[in-house]
Nanobody, 114 residues
Framework: QVQLVESGGGLVQAGGSLRLSCASS????????MGWYRQAPGQQRELVAV???????DYADFVKGRFTISRDAAKNSVNLQMSSLKPEDSAVYYC????????WGQGTQVTVSS
C-alpha cells in the first residue's frame, strides 16, 4: 500500500517562500514519476511540477523560475520549494506518484495573503 504524506503548507505573505515535502512509504525511485498538483476552490486540479525516476523535470509555465522540485533520497521524499509566492498560488497542494497507477496524498493547504 503506497502512502504519500504531504507537509509544509501554511499561511505566508505575498513574496514569501514555503517548502512542501511529500514523504513516501515506497521507494520514490520505484515510481515512473512523482509530482505536485494543486487545486484552488472551484478550479480543476492542475499540474505544478513533475520529476521522473530518471531525473527529468517539468514545470507549469505559471511557476517556472519560482518553484523548484527535488528529491531527497535519504528521506524518501519529494519536495517543492516555492518562492516569490503570489495570492493566486493559494490552493491545496497534492503529491502524486505514478507507476501505471496513480497514488495521491491527502493534500496540504497553502494560503498566500496579499
Amino acid at each position: 500500500q503506497v502512502q504519500l504524506v504531504e507537509s509544509g503548507g501554511g499561511l505566508v505573505q505575498a513574496g514569501g517562500s514555503l517548502r512542501l515535502s511529500c514523504a513516501s512509504s515506497t521507494n520514490i525511485f520505484s515510481f515512473i514519476n512523482m509530482g505536485w498538483y494543486r487545486q484552488a476552490p472551484g478550479q480543476q486540479r492542475e499540474l505544478v511540477a513533475v520529476i521522473t525516476n530518471g531525473g527529468s523535470i517539468d514545470y507549469a509555465d505559471f511557476v517556472k523560475g519560482r518553484f523548484t522540485i527535488s528529491r531527497d533520497a535519504a528521506k524518501n521524499s519529494v519536495n517543492l520549494q516555492m518562492s516569490s509566492l503570489k495570492p493566486e498560488d493559494s490552493a491545496v497542494y497534492y503529491c502524486k506518484a505514478y507507476s501505471y497507477k496513480s497514488y495521491w496524498g491527502q493534500g496540504t493547504q497553502v494560503t498566500v495573503s496579499s
